[in-house]
């Protein structure tokens, strides 16, 4: 990599982690500033597609990160499994303005990303599930696809059975919001 030309802007992003949104800056010398704080860090590509090697601060870190697509990320961290979702500065500041004007952003229904056989559906209506818990099992090309919730909710309807076939795209579970306690 080369210099970073004097015109370039440090990028700000928003990460949502573990239920708390953390402000990050990829500043144009390649620093980063986490929720006010520089912090020395670099990402080493180590066994693509998903094998990295996270350098934060002198301590090295093995990393296994999948893109869900949306800017969520599944993410393997020292032996700990999470999700993250990671907004750039306009998806923010509009998920903020929806917030305060108090519309809600309905939460999207998990469907199937491919063709396949459902093998085990692991809620039930009416339950309650977190960001990223296995709703359901569905095989295809003979691997077994786990798929998650893609935010806190409540299990609305589920469209679909064990043994059941799905097609690409198809609606498998609905959500509904979680009612405040």
């Excluded at 359901?136 to 309807?157: D, H």
């Amino acid at each position: 990599m080369g210099e970073a030309p004097m015109s370039a802007r440090p990028t700000s992003y928003v990460v949502l982690l573990r239920g708390e949104d953390h402000d990050v800056i990829v500043e144009a010398d390649g620093g980063v500033v986490i929720d006010g704080r520089r912090r020395e860090a670099s990402l080493v590509v180590t066994s693509p597609p998903i094998g990295h090697s996270l350098l934060l601060d002198d301590a090295s870190v093995p990393l296994l990160a999948r893109g869900g697509g949306r800017g969520r990320w599944e993410i393997d961290l020292d032996g700990r499994s999470f999700s993250a979702e990671v907004l750039d500065e306009r998806q923010a500041k509009v998920r903020a303005l929806s917030a305060i004007s108090g519309g809600r952003t309905a939460i999207a229904p998990l469907k199937a990303p491919m063709p396949g056989l459902v093998v085990r559906v692991g809620v039930e209506e009416g339950s309650v599930v977190d960001e990223g818990e296995t709703v359901m099992i569905v095989e295809a090309m003979k691997m077994e696809n786990e798929l998650r919730a893609p935010a806190a909710a409540r299990v609305a309807r589920i469209q679909v059975g064990a043994g059941d076939a799905v097609a690409k795209g198809q609606v498998l579970v609905e959500f509904g919001e979680v009612e405040a306690e």
